[in-house]
Each structure stands twice: as C-alpha cells, then as structure tokens.
C-alpha cells in the first residue's frame, strides 16, 4: 500500500515519474550528440577531401602513374596493318603501333624535347612531333630528325587471343 503511494507521490501533476523523466533526458542528450557527431565527421570529411584533392600533387600522381605495369587498351586488337592507336598509360599517353608487315611496337608518346605528344603519321611511317618537328623511328623509337635528344620510352606488346597487352619493358 505505501508503496503505490510512494510512486504516486513521485509523480509530478501530469503523472510523469521524474526517474523516467531523467531516462529521457539522458536518451535524447545521446541522440542529439550522435547527430551531431554524424555530421561532424561529415562536415570534416567535405572539407577535407578537396583539400587532399588540391594537396595531391603532380609528383604523387606521377608516383602512382609509375606503379602501373601494364595495359590493355581497348579495341586494340582492331587495329589495322600500317595504322596506331593513341592510348593511357597510367597517367601518360602512350602511341600502339601495328606496323605492316604485322609487328607491334609502343612507346610513351611524349616528347623528349619538350613533352608535347607525339603521333604516329602511316604515311611516312614515323613518329611526329607537331611542335618542333621532331622525328622519332616508328619501331625502335629513336630519334631522327629535329630537336628530340633521345628515344621515346618503350614499351613491350604481346598479343594473347584477342588483346593487346602492353607492358613496361
Ligand atoms: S616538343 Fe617535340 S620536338 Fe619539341
């Protein structure tokens, strides 16, 4: 008997105990703070990623181009007798050439002059650059003619079925 009219007592006019009221004090104190915490880390996150983007420097990207060993690119095989293929090579273009007596060859396809890309012109069966006119050897890549002062970087082709696969030599 005394205790029921113990617990009653307890209760304030609206018949809400004080001990349960205290439960959902602290519950909805926690709730709110994990929200809060939610978009913190959110908020932290959307400020910090494009900071990382913008401090992500051309010598790390070039660091992670480097670690690429090797590339399929696509439609390769499709490439006609005589015709190339400018391609990826990580983060560098690269030129696919499918010479005609049915060889393969590829090279980096940036100038050793000034970094300018190069492109395989069929016709003459060379390798230009537009910018100075350097001339570069279509199957050893080295340099011909202009200002280029050393060979293209090359790259070992092997074709397997149907895909061409390019690798650092
Ligand atoms: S950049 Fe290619 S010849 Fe100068």
Same mark, same amino acid.
């Given at each position: 008997?005394?205790?029921?009219?113990?617990?009653?007592?307890?209760?304030?006019?609206?018949?809400?105990?004080?001990?349960?009221?205290?439960?959902?004090?602290?519950?909805? @104190?926690?709730?709110?703070?994990? +929200?809060?915490?939610?978009? =913190?880390?959110?908020? *932290?996150?959307? !400020? /910090?990623? $494009?900071?990382? @983007?913008?401090?992500?420097?051309? +010598?790390?990207?070039?660091? =992670?181009?480097?670690? *690429?060993?090797? !590339? /399929?690119? $696509?439609?390769?095989?499709?490439?006609?007798?005589?015709?190339?293929?400018?391609?990826?090579?990580?983060?560098?273009?690269? !030129?696919?050439?499918?010479?005609?007596?049915?060889?393969?060859?590829?090279?980096?396809?940036?100038?050793?002059?000034?970094?300018?890309?190069?492109?395989?012109?069929?016709?003459?069966?060379?390798?230009?650059?537009?910018?100075?006119?350097?001339?570069?050897?279509?199957?050893?890549?080295?340099?011909?003619?202009?200002?280029?002062?050393?060979?293209?970087?090359?790259?070992?082709?092997?074709?397997?079925?149907?895909?061409?696969?390019?690798?650092?030599?």
């Amino acid at each position: 008997m005394s205790d029921s009219s113990d617990v009653r007592s307890k209760k304030d006019a609206g018949g809400r105990s004080p001990v349960n009221d205290s439960h959902v004090s602290v519950s909805r @104190r926690a709730a709110v703070g994990s +929200v809060v915490g939610v978009f =913190s880390v959110g908020y *932290v996150g959307a !400020v /910090s990623y $494009p900071i990382y @983007r913008y401090l992500n420097t051309p +010598v790390e990207r070039a660091a =992670s181009a480097a670690q *690429v060993t090797e !590339v /399929s690119p $696509p439609d390769a095989a499709k490439v006609k007798l005589g015709a190339s293929q400018t391609f990826m090579f990580g983060s560098r273009p690269a !030129v696919l050439i499918h010479h005609e007596d049915g060889q393969w060859s590829a090279f980096d396809a940036v100038c050793t002059h000034l970094g300018c890309t190069v492109k395989y012109e069929s016709s003459k069966d060379r390798i230009y650059c537009a910018c100075h006119g350097g001339v570069y050897n279509a199957e050893t890549g080295e340099p011909e003619a202009g200002p280029p002062p050393r060979a293209l970087t090359r790259y070992k082709v092997e074709v397997k079925d149907d895909e061409v696969i390019v690798s650092r030599v």
